[in-house]
């Protein structure tokens, strides 16, 4: 049985601090429930939902919790996934495998952060009132509460790794920066293009990606300073900046079809895992790619159209290096450098994005990938079912 793309929407995805700063992660993610339904009304067998913190407001299960503030029936079930930044992919994938086991018809998968919101947290002490300070650790991002047993180099900063990376596959400053400048440019343009208009659902009055700045230029971005190392090419310009935002894809059977009235945008022919030393993690999305294909019995020559997530500028050139593919296939609406990456809510939004690339550009097979902190990659084959009609 295969397992089919239906719908997909998102928030726009909001800087840090920035307008979607005073709605919790629980209501985002009601929010694009309840706009996903309206868009495509469907009965729902099961809600499977991202999140890569849960330490805060959407804490104890927020799939659940979303769920039920959409008005969906008590009955449907909800559960949450942490894979970090590859967590709403991880939840679709899951979901693709419960249509294709025939345990569901049609499932709701998506996911959801607020990095503006992500509480800091005291760890308990060993024994009661201890005499010394204690010390607040933030949740926002990367390592906490580190176990002690981790060695050292799998545990430095995201930062840090893709400089590793960067020393490892020589990629220049100047490459980020033209990188990190498409990305901007190419968001800007489909915003005006009006390729969102039906993929985005405002919220609290923003109507947009927070963070594209369609003046960026690798001019500009030149002249900012490292951000992690004092002779280092990572820099706030060429990286993927805290975000807040929610994503929603709807996932069927064929009979779904007639149910929901209407067909499919796309089937899921492939899906990829991978995992090496966690300071690599920038590299994982090669070998996760790679394995999807070849499940879907797909070649790279095949494939038309990729959605990577921007993490760094530096991972994504590594990948598309590695890959051998046209760049100019990579990313084409603009990415997470631009638009903003909500960790939890980010694969939602590269496979929702794949689905409509490939219908505009009607390319039959596409790939959504993303790296994953702790070394880890995902990646799933779409294909567009009307492409050369």
Known sequence: MTAYVYAATRTPFGRFNGALAGVRPDDLAAHVITALLAQTPAPIDEVIWGNANGAGEENRNVG?????????????????????????????????????????????????????????????????????????????????????????????????????????????????????????????????????????????????????????????????KPSFRKDGTITAGNASPLSDGASAVLIGSAAAADVIGQQPIAAIRGRGAFALDPQEFGYAPVEAANRALKRAGVTWDQVGAVELNEAFAVQSLVCVDAWGIDPEIVNTKGGAIAIGHPLGASGGRILGTLAKVLRERNERYGVAAICIGVGQGLAMVLENLEAGR
Request: hydrophobic letters at 40%.
């Open 64 to 224: 659940r919790m979303a769920a039920l503030l959409a008005g969906l029936p008590t009955t449907v079930p909800g559960s949450t996934v942490n894979r970090l930044c590859g967590s709403s992919l991880d939840a679709a994938m899951i979901a693709s495998r419960a249509i294709e086991t025939g345990d569901a018809e049609i499932v709701l998968a998506g996911g959801v952060e607020s990095m503006t919101r992500a509480p800091w947290v005291l760890p308990k002490p060993a024994k009661g009132f201890p005499p010394g300070d204690l010390t607040a650790v933030s949740t926002t991002l990367g390592w906490r509460l580190v176990n002690p047993r981790m060695p050292a180099e799998w545990t430095v900063s995201l930062g840090e790794c893709n400089e590793q990376l960067q020393e490892k596959f020589a990629i220049s400053r100047v490459r980020q920066d033209e990188f990190a400048a498409r990305s901007h440019r190419l968001a800007a343009k489909a915003w005006s293009d009006g390729f969102y208009d039906d993929l985005v659902a405002p919220v609290e009055g923003l109507t947009r990606d927070e963070g594209v700045r369609p003046d960026s230029s690798p001019e500009k971005l030149a002249g900012l």
